[in-house]
């Protein structure tokens, strides 16, 4: 972003004279206001580029900040919010917030975005805080933070695990395993107390031996399963986090010659195409993903072009329902 | 972007006008440039962005191009890009080209960008047109166009297919069958034209029967695996365009209970992760996608750095080799 420093630079004044010449100081010398605005607008220089996008009203372009985008979710969620964008007019730019040193906020205003969608914000995250500062809408996509309020559009787990819990009884498991995901995340710990509420309702408890806990990643789900197997009494079923997770468990599974469902079941959460495979068959909990994404993408459209804050107005928030999808992976106990 | 209809609007004056305040013509009145000025300032309008942009020397803001996100190949791409532009103080922003409106070239130059990676240029389109007319410096990323000179990184596909060829010979191939890419990218072409003159060496013959065509997705391979089936004489092995399609491949032939590599071998082309699960365990021809990655990435930077044109010093091209891997999908010809 250009800031006062180029302008001063290519000016020859100081910073501070390029403050007060763009305020039109009159203790600021008639030619030296002419060099600093004529360097102002050979540069593009605005004092303030929030007060610019809103006074145009011309950005249209909405920024989605993602961490891992090696995480097939992902793939996912930006097709159909790139194309309900499009029918708003507006367009899609992808920050990947690869480090902690990465100035987002500093990317996302210097950018010119009018909003953005955060789906991999941690509950430590400073990014909704820098957003708010700066007046940037922005809404959240299937996580939340406590502390700065915002639009969101999240997943309930509940019913669909109730089913899945179902299941699991019908099935005659007992031994309960787990692969939660990281306890920095809402998703994380939602679906973390969803599940062992429900497991307590239904009389099933969760050894600490049988549960391991990890970033929403393949290595996660890999690693967990090596260490559940090699337990004297490993559990009977494992409920993974998210599908990428279980598809690492599965893996293990099938290179340890440990026969799935025979041996050990396993479950994942979020439905994704790969765990619909003919090859694949995962058992797993579903919601309407493509949905959720497009009510993001509407939901921050609908903030950016009302201007209406949420101090004044309050948040909107959709809550998506969930569904057990049975496949091949969750089978009976044997033995 | 801020335009000079903006500046006009917001000085009340027509928009020639601001053209001649900004030149600073006398024949417009003093207190009128002031109004202009004031209002460019205002809104950080520039006559010239990409002068702007140059001038500073401080967009450090990289775009990158694709259009199939979904397609998990680019999800590989990203990560190592974004980290080696990271290292030399870049930042990463991604545009999807999801429609022939989108005016993804009006996109780059308003983002600010100080170069772009063009990840799926097809042969016609006219993005490398308008970037090279604008001066936003771009690399070819695993695609080239032939009319329009940039640097490029590809992937040289001889290697890897006369590995490839020699098995199938070795195994006792003759009905040979492939799904190739689509004709309007230089990947899907480099790839057919190579596949063709290695098993021509060979003496094999790909009987036009066998062969399928379409976009670099999964579907591709499902459809074209079904249909390749359905002949009376199907092909004992199907050398496919890449690994999503040759998954696609795949989970057909599992669905309809054909079993791989015993009835009939599938080959892909890439080596991404998926392939190497041992659920999966796909035989393919790999390259270093996370080199070549980095290595679009340092092309780019130093042709932003060197601000040297193409047509002054010539384009840097980046080829890289392939390799072919054996696993469980190709075998030997039953029968």
């Known amino acids: 972003m250009v800031t006062s420093h180029d302008v001063a630079r290519l ?6 004279t ?6 039109d100081d009159p203790k600021v010398a008639l030619d030296t206001k002419e060099r600093v605005r004529s360097a102002a607008i050979t540069l593009g220089y605005s004092p303030n580029p929030i007060g610019r996008a809103l006074a145009v009203g011309r950005s249209t372009r909405v920024g989605l900040v993602v961490t891992d985008l090696e995480n ?5 969620v930006i097709s159909p919010m790139h194309r309900e964008l499009e029918k708003h007019g507006y367009e899609l730019l992808l920050i990947t917030e690869s480090s902690e040193q990465a100035p987002v906020a500093d990317l996302v205003a210097g950018a010119g975005l009018c909003g953005v969608v955060l789906a991999t914000t941690t509950l430590d995250s400073v990014l909704p805080v820098r957003l708010a500062d700066r007046g940037i809408p922005f809404v959240y996509f299937n996580r939340t933070t406590p502390n700065v309020p915002a639009d969101s559009v999240t997943v309930d787990p509940a019913p669909g695990l109730e089913k899945l819990v179902d299941d699991l009884v019908r099935l005659g498991h007992t031994r309960v395993g787990a692969v939660f995901g990281p306890v920095n995340t809402s998703t994380g710990e939602e679906r973390e107390q969803a599940l062992r509420h429900i497991l307590d309702d239904q009389g099933l408890t969760l050894a600490r031996k049988h549960v391991r ?9 890999r690693d967990a399963m090596q260490e559940l197997l090699d337990l004297d009494d490993p559990p009977t079923v494992v ?10 468990a599965l893996n293990t599974a099938v290179e340890r010659g440990v026969r799935v469902p025979e041996e050990v079941s396993i479950v994942g959460f979020d439905d994704l195409p790969t765990s619909a495979w003919p090859l694949v068959r995962l058992t797993t909990v579903a919601y309407d993903l493509e949905a959720m994404s497009r009510q993001a993408a509407r939901l921050l459209v609908e903030r950016v072009e009302s201007g209406e804050s949420v101090e004044a107005g309050g948040v909107h928030t959709a809550r998506f329902d969930t569904s057990y999808v049975p496949r091949a992976t969750l089978g009976r106990v044997e033995g």
Not at 18 to 23: E, G, K, T
Not at 213 to 221: C, D
């Open 11 to 16: 000016a020859g004044v100081s910073q501070a």
């Open 18 to 23: 390029v403050s007060r010449a763009l305020r």
């Open 72 to 76: 097939q979710f992902y793939s996912y």
């Open 213 to 221: 806990r990890g970033p929403f990643e393949f290595g996660t789900g």
């Open 239 to 248: 409920i993974c986090g998210n599908d990428v997770v279980a598809l690492g």
